[in-house]
């Protein structure tokens, strides 16, 4: 299942493989550069599971809801990870509200609560707010 992507010079629609989110492309319109993603993807369970399954980058995901404090807190962190990670690593967003089972999978207890994948696997978890120098660091050792 592609995801779609904007082009920021046309505005017209790309589709996107999950295991092509880290690489930079061209617009099927405009031919304009479409860059690598950065910027947090919030993503539904089915678009988790394949971006998991098919990245060629680590990836960080956030389990957050919109209610905790904490995990508003860090979404300036989480921001700035994926745009300092671009190409490097993909940082997902998950509404532990709206996708109960898929925090249930991963024993989310407490949020925010982070979680880095490589080549399919959890490699990483950890409840807390911290900083994006912090995400960065778990995504490194990932790769």
């Known amino acids: 299942m592609p995801l779609i ?4 010079s046309c505005g017209r629609s790309n589709r ?5 989110l880290s690489d930079s492309g061209k617009c099927g319109a405009c031919q304009a550069e479409l860059p ?3 910027e947090p993807l919030e993503v539904n369970e089915e678009q988790f599971s394949e971006i998991i399954r098919e990245s060629k980058v680590p990836v960080l995901t956030d389990f957050w809801a919109a209610w905790c404090g904490p995990c508003r807190m860090a979404a300036p962190h989480v921001t700035q990870t994926a745009r300092d990670m671009a190409g490097r690593a993909i940082v997902l967003k998950v ?6 089972l898929l925090a249930s999978r991963y024993n989310i207890r407490s949020i925010p609560n982070f979680a880095v994948f490589s080549q399919g696997q959890l490699r990483f978890q950890q409840a807390g707010l911290v900083d994006a120098s ?3 660091s778990w995504l490194t050792r990932a790769a």
């Open 16 to 20: 996107i493989p999950a295991r092509h």
């Open 95 to 100: 509404d532990t509200e709206r996708y109960p």
């Open 36 to 38: 690598a993603l950065g």
């Open 134 to 136: 912090t995400m960065e």
């Open 5 to 8: 992507r904007n082009c920021p």
